[in-house]
């Protein structure tokens, strides 16, 4: 089994009420959206991007599917994404 955790790049949507909708993109390009409790997203210095821990379910050449931490409104739980989205750490 290749369950192994990392970290999802994304970009902020909005932050209102202590949740932050964060946006990222399929394998093929289309767009999805998640939204979160604040204290679930782990943001950069200028608040523009920022990263969420998924679980990591498999991959396949430049395709990963992970388990997001809650679904996107139009795919659910998991997603196909590229695997350049995926890091093992946040970045510093």
Do not use: W
């Amino acid at each position: 089994m290749f369950n192994e955790r990392g970290y999802l790049a994304c970009e902020v949507v909005s932050t209102l009420d202590g949740r932050t909708t964060l946006s990222s993109q399929l394998h093929d390009g289309s767009l999805f959206t998640i939204t979160l409790q604040s204290h679930e997203v782990f943001f950069n210095s200028d608040a523009t991007q920022a990263f969420v821990r998924v679980e990591k379910l498999g991959q396949a050449g430049d395709r990963c599917q992970i388990q997001l931490p809650s679904p996107s409104l139009n795919y659910g739980h998991h997603v196909l994404v590229n695997i350049i989205k995926v890091l093992r750490q946040i970045p510093s």
